[in-house]
T-cell receptor, first 113, second 113 residues
Framework: EPEVTQTPSHQVTQMGQEVILRCVPI?????FYWYRQILGQKVEFLVS????????KSEIFDDQFSVERPDGSNFTLKIRSTKLEDSAMYFC???????????FGSGTRLTVV | SQQGEEDPQALSIQEGENATMNCSYK?????LQWYRQNSGRGLVHLIL?????REKHSGRLRVTLDTSKKSSSLLITASRAADTASYFC?????????????FGQGTELSVKP
């Protein structure tokens, strides 16, 4: 069964450093998403991406965050200057359309120290 | 309260019993989905029910949707220890509104052997 692949599975970074989280969505999917889950809390929407541009973003997705689909297969989330409160599990998801479910990756656990 | 609230927050049952989890939401939806998450792991899509459907089955899972009450329930029949996980409902709005998912807080299910 097709999968959404995320790398790395765990990243530890120092406060103020830039991080790039990588995702390879399912190849025929058109809609891409990033979500995050702070430990013990619910999953929160960050951003959706369609047709090579952001279609919606949440309040969390401020100027420190950016997304890119650099080569038609990868979908990246960049955090420019990490803060302690960015520590969370970050999930990438993709969807073919709005009729079917979304496929989530297994997540990247980001720890900011 | 927020979109996609589940109850109970925690549920502990014996293997073989049925588990019922409920979800309520506030705004109109396009689809409602249920996801499962094992501790510290990714989200696994279980089942999607559209706003014009009332009931859906998949194996031991049964989902109902009552749009007049803005609520859904997930029933797992003949539970197994391996069903121990957190279960989240997630709603999405009309397709032209980006398709983002709004998750509830989740129900933590513990199935004792």
């Amino acid at each position: 069964e097709p999968e959404v692949t995320q790398t790395p599975s765990h990243q530890v970074t120092q406060m103020g450093q830039e991080v790039i989280l990588r995702c390879v969505p399912i190849s025929n999917h058109l809609y891409f998403y990033w979500y995050r889950q702070i430990l013990g809390q619910k999953v929160e929407f960050l951003v959706s991406f369609y047709n090579n541009e952001i279609s919606e973003k949440s309040e969390i997705f401020d100027d420190q965050f950016s997304v890119e689909r650099p080569d038609g297969s990868n979908f990246t989330l960049k955090i420019r200057s990490t803060k302690l409160e960015d520590s969370a599990m970050y999930f990438c998801a993709s969807s073919e359309d709005f009729v079917h479910g979304y496929t989530f990756g297994s997540g990247t656990r980001l720890t900011v120290v | 309260s927020q979109q996609g609230e589940e109850d109970p927050q925690a549920l502990s049952i014996q293997e073989g019993e049925n588990a019922t989890m409920n979800c309520s939401y506030k705004t109109s939806i396009n689809n409602l989905q249920w996801y499962r998450q094992n501790s510290g792991r990714g989200l696994v899509h279980l089942i999607l029910i559209r706003s014009n459907e009332r009931e859906k089955h998949s194996g031991r899972l049964r989902v109902t949707l009552d749009t007049s009450k803005k609520s859904s329930s997930l029933l797992i029949t003949a539970s197994r220890a391996a069903d121990t996980a957190s279960y989240f409902c997630a709603t999405d709005r009309a397709p032209n509104q980006g398709g983002k998912l709004i998750f509830g807080q989740g129900t933590e299910l513990s199935v004792k052997p």
